[in-house]
């Protein structure tokens, strides 16, 4: 085992860190309060390679692995969640979902513009009526005339609104439930496509969420993503790697939310000294500390395992259930240290408190990981 970073994962943290304070950073209210996509941003982070980590620099990714996936995701979760959720969103599932299930000349096609950010992806699998039971999906798609039909709606589908492509799961068989779900590439200006509502959130409120819509959508064969019918079954698979990006999202926002408890602490004088010397504060910051490196490590093991095509469904769902419900301790903690001052948005942890949220729900809650977990743990 080998806890040390690699020099080059030193350097990207520190050019992510560098990138996050100085190009968000003096943004990140602005855009909270005003709903503000930071899609200028987005295009730099496509520039620099941010934006198709993951993939191989043939089509035109960066040739990293999880390990500093993760690390990117966390340095700008540290500074704003919403760049982060955008980018983990665009990257972990609708580009790798390409990547993965995608034909060849599928590859070629989108991950070029998706890897560098002149494209942004989304990707779809909840409905109202289909959420932790995603088997319960009623978008269907039926072959007419040589062409695949789609006709439903998607709801909670990140970057909806600013999507040049989005992957979609839709019902091709209904008698046969999760086995009868097929995955589709659905470009923007396609007709009988269009974003939906757009959501007016508790936090991550620079991210874009809302619905997606098809009416009468009209896709050639070639739209087919993956195999037919496999399209479920291919979603999980591409949520373990989402997983690890949202304990990533978990893990940056603790991380920005202890960084401001910390700094806090140190300055805020209460009876003649600095709250960091009471015993009651210093309780506070170890265990939020303790809360960070247990995160971290269980994202770093399943972020390994999966850059060595180890199976990682027990381990990133591991990871993301205690790194999300750490950071929602994590920004509880921070807002009661800065006292009445953590209900004010001139500090940052007001917005970590209502960010990090998020995490215990999206890409699966908190309860369905345990479901994970437990299958997992019973089959051996």
Not at 162 to 184: L, P
Not at 245 to 264: F, P, V
Not at 324 to 337: C, D, G, L, M, T
Request: charged share 25%; net charge neutral; with cysteine.
């Amino acid at each position: 085992m080998d806890f040390e970073y690699t020099p080059e994962q030193i350097h990207l943290r520190k050019s992510v860190r560098e990138f996050a304070e100085g190009e968000i950073a003096p943004h990140v209210m602005e855009w909270d309060e005003a709903q503000i996509f930071p899609l200028e941003v987005v295009r730099k982070l496509g520039q620099l390679g941010y934006m198709g980590a993951i993939f191989p620099e043939e089509l035109g990714g960066a040739g990293l692995g999880y390990i500093e996936y993760s690390i990117i995701i966390e340095e700008l979760s540290r500074v704003d969640g919403s760049v982060g959720i955008i980018v983990a969103a665009h990257t972990s599932l609708c580009s790798n979902h390409i990547y993965k299930m995608g034909s060849d000349e599928q590859r070629r096609r989108y991950l070029p513009k998706l890897a560098t950010g002149e494209w942004i992806g989304c990707w779809s699998l909840t409905e109202p009526e289909a959420g932790s039971d995603a088997a319960g999906t009623r978008t269907k798609a039926v072959m007419d005339e040589g062409k695949w039909v789609l006709n439903g709606a998607k709801t909670f589908t990140t970057n909806a609104h600013y999507a040049d492509v989005c992957v979609a799961m839709a019902v091709t068989d209904r008698a046969a439930a999760q086995h009868g779900i097929s995955a589709f590439l659905v470009d923007k200006g396609t007709p009988g496509f269009r974003a939906g509502k757009k959501e007016n959130k508790l936090g991550l409120r620079a991210s874009a969420t809302g619905e997606v819509i098809f009416e009468g959508c009209r896709l050639a064969p070639e739209q087919l993503l993956g195999k037919m019918n496999e399209g479920f079954v291919d979603s999980l698979k591409v949520l373990d790697g989402g997983r690890i990006s949202i304990a990533a999202l978990s893990i940056g926002m603790a991380q920005g939310a202890y960084d401001a408890a910390l700094k806090y602490s140190k300055l805020r004088k209460q009876f003649g000294r600095p709250i960091s010397e009471f015993q009651a504060i210093q309780h506070k910051l170890v265990d939020m500390a303790v809360d960070l490196d247990a995160s971290r490590l269980l994202n770093y093991r399943a972020a390994w395992m999966l850059d060595h095509g180890m199976r990682v469904t027990r381990e990133s769902a591991m990871a993301k259930l205690f790194a999300s419900e750490a950071a929602v301790r994590i920004a509880n903690e921070a807002v009661q240290i800065h006292g009445g001052y953590g209900f004010i948005k001139d500090y940052p942890v007001e917005k970590f408190y209502r960010d990090v949220k998020l995490c215990t729900i999206g890409e699966g809650t908190s309860e369905i990981q345990r479901l994970v977990i437990a299958r997992q743990l019973l089959k051996s």
